[in-house]
Nanobody
């Protein structure tokens, strides 16, 4: 069992940066692939970024490529999402997720555990 708690969301202006954190419980965090998803009002939850257990493999949605960076610190049981050059269309609730395969994956169905989410609002 893995429990995930996101933090770091907030209200920012276009062009600003934010770093989201996701703290995981449990001693097996280092074996999980981790992902970030987001959900805007009235829209489906969509993939943002993923990282494998070893950090060797990362994937990004085209909409965030070059602006967002996913990373993890297995010693701290934490995964991060550094978000730069934020745009209004980045607004939404951001969720982190843990997948038992250990691989980085864009598929929601391959994640076993989810956090409660943190709100990110980008507005002038």
């Amino acid at each position: 069992q893995v429990q995930l708690v996101e933090s770091g969301g907030g209200l920012v202006q276009p062009g600003d940066s934010l770093r989201l954190s996701c703290a995981a419980s449990g001693r097996t965090f280092s074996t999980y692939g981790m992902g970030w998803f987001r959900q805007a009002p009235g829209k489906e939850r969509e993939f943002v970024a993923a990282i494998s257990w070893s950090s060797v493999t990362t994937y990004y949605a085209d909409s965030v490529k070059g602006r967002f960076i996913i990373s993890r610190d297995n010693a701290k049981n934490t995964v991060y999402l550094q978000m730069n050059s934020l745009k209004p269309e980045d607004t939404g609730v951001y969720f982190c997720a843990a997948g038992g395969t250990g691989w980085a994956t864009i598929r929601r169905s391959e994640y076993d555990y989810w956090g409660q989410g943190t709100q990110v609002t980008v507005s002038s």
